[in-house]
């Protein structure tokens, strides 16, 4: 029997209090795991201070594209944040981040280790400015170890990690993701380790530090393969878009000149999508009753369904898949996505008000929660633009802000 259709919960009314309001977090960090973390943090109610060397800021603001001298990534990556700079190299900047410390709840970081510390800003010193600070400690390669002082991004997590060797076609080299990957992955770690660690601190009353290595989240959502390894000395291969696991599995061009892809990986599925596309006969094969018995027929199977999409446009194709109760999807690009009946009905992308740029479109919070539901509040705001209002919030007077200017610790 078909399942009910879904809809859309009624509308109600949440609280105006988004749920980690109160929360403190100094975004000291830089591209991209540690900011993204801070970022996930203000999005739903953390008051997110990003601190900003006085003449080199976060690069993300001169990232990729930019419109009218802005740069649009920092547009995405800031949000939600206030922004303010300090050199935390000079004395200045050392004692005001240690007030800074003492009202916050989170600092967030990814110097290679040792630079707090070469500024006495290392735990001992946080800690005891404030015993309930989570200090998120973000690098390539974690704390210790063999790799930890060598300079490092996320591209060579993806390398180290096992995900570069199993992305492309079988005869192609390795293959990189255009996309910060394993920073991505490891923004919401850390985000969610820092949740962790707060946790501990609501029953404990002590703060500790997380020590992130942007090589390990990675490794977790490539699933089992260490395990396959040290139990069957198995080595996952290239398959391009196939999958070891099911088939068929892979993306197929349309009469149209568009491509949709397709997943099995139910058992039930495979069998529709072969009714649906007229070769009921291969459910009868022996090697057909098992995802990787299927896997090893990759080449029959996809030119049963290839053939058969090849006949039909895109939307001919998914309107079929969708009768016959089969997994299809589009492949699109960002114009697609933008236009998306699904993305649309979720708000996944969501306009917001700039006064630099006007209405900006950009991705909306990671996910819905019904009472407390987190918001963007701003877009990524000018480097320093809250610096005085910051440290005036801390108590310091007109003149130590501008004794702090003369300095150059701001």
């Known amino acids: 029997m078909k399942a009910p259709e879904m809809t859309a919960p009624e509308p109600r009314t949440p609280s105006t209090t988004a749920p980690l309001t109160g929360l403190r977090v100094l975004d000291l960090a830089t591209l991209f795991a540690g900011p993204l973390a801070a970022t996930m943090l203000g999005d739903f109610g953390a008051e997110v201070i990003k601190i900003e060397h006085p003449v080199k800021p976060d690069p993300s603001r001169g990232h990729g594209p930019s419109k009218d001298g802005i740069g649009l990534w920092w547009k995405l990556l800031g949000r939600n944040k206030r922004t303010m700079t300090l050199d935390l190299s000079r004395p200045g900047g050392r004692t005001t981040l240690l007030r800074l410390a003492a009202t916050a709840d989170v600092v967030i970081e990814n110097f290679r280790p040792g630079t707090l510390e070469k500024w006495d800003l290392g735990w001992p010193e946080l800690s005891a400015a404030n015993?309930?600070?989570?200090?998120?400690?973000?690098?390539?390669?974690?704390?210790?170890?063999?790799?930890?002082?060598r300079p490092g991004f996320g591209t060579l997590a993806e390398a180290m990690s096992g995900f570069a060797a199993i992305t492309g076609e079988p005869d192609a080299p390795p293959t990189l993701p255009p996309f910060g990957l394993a920073d991505s992955i490891a923004g919401l770690a850390t985000a969610y380790a820092v949740m962790t660690a707060l946790s501990a601190r609501d029953r404990t009353g002590e703060g500790q530090v997380v020590d992130m290595a942007i090589i390990e989240p990675i490794l977790t959502v490539l699933g089992p393969q260490p395990l396959w390894y040290d139990q069957l000395g198995h080595v996952q291969p290239r398959t391009g878009n196939r999958s070891q696991n099911n088939a068929p599995r892979n993306t197929y061009r349309t009469a149209d000149g568009t491509w949709v892809?397709?997943?099995?990986?139910?058992?039930?599925?495979?069998?529709?999508?072969?009714?649906l596309v007229g070769r009921p006969e291969l459910i009868d094969e022996p090697w057909f009753a098992t995802g990787a018995e299927r896997a090893r027929h990759s080449d029959v199977l996809d030119e049963a369904v290839g053939a058969w999409i090849a006949r039909h446009s895109q939307s001919e194709v998914i309107a079929a898949f969708e009768k016959a109760e089969a997994a299809v999807a589009p492949v699109q690009d960002v114009r697609e996505v933008m236009t998306?009946?699904?993305?649309q009905a979720l708000d996944t992308i969501t306009t917001v008000d700039d006064p630099d740029l006007g209405p900006i479109r950009m991705q909306n919070v990671l996910f819905r929660l019904s009472e407390t539901p987190g918001a963007i509040r701003w877009a990524g705001r000018p480097h320093g633009a809250d610096t005085t209002a910051v440290l005036t919030e801390l108590g310091l007077t007109e003149p130590e802000i501008d004794a702090l200017r003369t300095e150059g610790a701001l």
């Open 131 to 149: 015993p309930r600070l989570v200090l998120a400690r973000v690098t390539a390669f974690g704390q210790f170890g063999p790799y930890a002082h």
């Open 261 to 275: 892809a397709v997943s099995t990986s139910a058992q039930s599925i495979a069998e529709r999508v072969m009714r």
């Open 340 to 343: 998306d009946p699904q993305y």
